[in-house]
C-alpha cells in the first residue's frame, strides 16, 4: 500500500517534532546532570571550607585565651599594685575577670558547636538537592512533549526553591537556640558568686 505525500510529511514532521524534543530534553538533562555536579562540588568545597575556617577560628580562640590569661595575670599584678590593693580585694577581682573569661570562652564554645550544626544542615541540603536532582534529571529524559519537559523543570525550580527556604529555616531556628544559650551562659556567669 502506497502511503499518500500528505502523509509521509505528516510522518516527516512528527519524527523531526519527536527528535528535537529528544535533543531538548538530552540537553536538559545534560544542563540539570552539571548543575546538580557544580551545585555539590561548590557545596562540597563550602561545607570544607566552613569546617576549615571553624577549625582555624576555635584554634585562634584557645591561642587568644592563653594569651590574654597570662597578659590578664600581669596587668592584674600591675594594677593591684598600682591602686594598693590586696588580699580579698585583688582575690575577688580576679575570680571576676576569671569568672568574666569563662563566661565569654563558654559562649565562644557554645557558639562555635552552632556553626558546626548550620554547616551541617547545609551539607545534609546540597547532598538531598543532588540526589534528588538526579531523580529529576530520569523525569527529564522520559519526557514525549515540550509541555512535560517545561512541567518538570518548573517544578524541578520549586522543589529547590522549597527545600533552601526550609533549611535555611532549621538554620536560622537552630542559629536562635544557639544564640540563646551563649546569652544564658553569659547571665548565668554574672550572676554567680564570686
Not at 562540597?44 to 571553624?54: H, L, P, S
Request: charged letters at 25%; a neutral charge; proline letters at 1%.
Amino acid at each position: 500500500m502506497a502511503t499518500s505525500p500528505r502523509h509521509a510529511e505528516n510522518d516527516s514532521a512528527t519524527e523531526t517534532a519527536q527528535q528535537g524534543m529528544r535533543k531538548a530534553a538530552d540537553q536538559a538533562a545534560h544542563t540539570s546532570r552539571t548543575m546538580a555536579e557544580a551545585g555539590e562540588r561548590t557545596a562540597r568545597a563550602g561545607a570544607d571550607a566552613f569546617r576549615r575556617n571553624a577549625e582555624s577560628i576555635s584554634n585562634t580562640w584557645r591561642s587568644g585565651r592563653d594569651a590574654v590569661n597570662r597578659i590578664a595575670e600581669r596587668s592584674m599584678d600591675q594594677v593591684y599594685k598600682a591602686f594598693g590593693l590586696t588580699g580579698d580585694t585583688a582575690r575577688q577581682t580576679m575570680q571576676q575577670s576569671s569568672g568574666n573569661m569563662q563566661a565569654v570562652m563558654e559562649s565562644t564554645t557554645v557558639i562555635a558547636g552552632g556553626l558546626q550544626d548550620v554547616t551541617g544542615e547545609w551539607i545534609r541540603f546540597a547532598q538531598s538537592r543532588a540526589e534528588q536532582n538526579l531523580d529529576h534529571f530520569d523525569r527529564l529524559l522520559e519526557c514525549r512533549s515540550i509541555q512535560e519537559l517545561l512541567a518538570i523543570q518548573t517544578q524541578i525550580v520549586r522543589d529547590n526553591v522549597e527545600a533552601m527556604l526550609q533549611s535555611a529555616r532549621r538554620t536560622a531556628e537552630r542559629s536562635t537556640q544557639v544564640a540563646d544559650e551563649a546569652v544564658r551562659r553569659m547571665s548565668e556567669a554574672s550572676l554567680a558568686p564570686r
